[in-house]
């Protein structure tokens, strides 16, 4: 049943826009990324850190609010 509904919904143009979007939509993030690299680095030198940190904060914050609320 799912392979006709799928079948009526992605029709044969709508595969090939959908693949070439994906293609020219991933070349051109990767372009622009490597144009900002330098950049990137001069001024965002512990960025990758400060969003780690921030991500086992809101983890731990979630856990311990659990904790709270069945306690």
């Known amino acids: 049943m799912f392979t006709l509904i799928a079948a009526k919904m992605f029709t044969t143009g709508r595969i090939i826009f959908a693949s070439l979007f994906i293609i020219a939509f991933t070349g051109l993030m990767i372009f622009s990324y490597k144009k900002d690299a330098k950049n990137n680095k001069k001024h965002y ?11 086992v904060a809101v983890i ?12």
């Not at 731990?60 to 306690?71: D, N, R, T, V, Y």
Request: overall charge positive.
């Open 45 to 55: 030198q512990n960025g990758a850190l400060y969003v780690a940190i921030g991500i």
């Open 60 to 71: 731990a914050l979630l856990f311990l609010s659990k904790f709270l609320i069945k306690g």
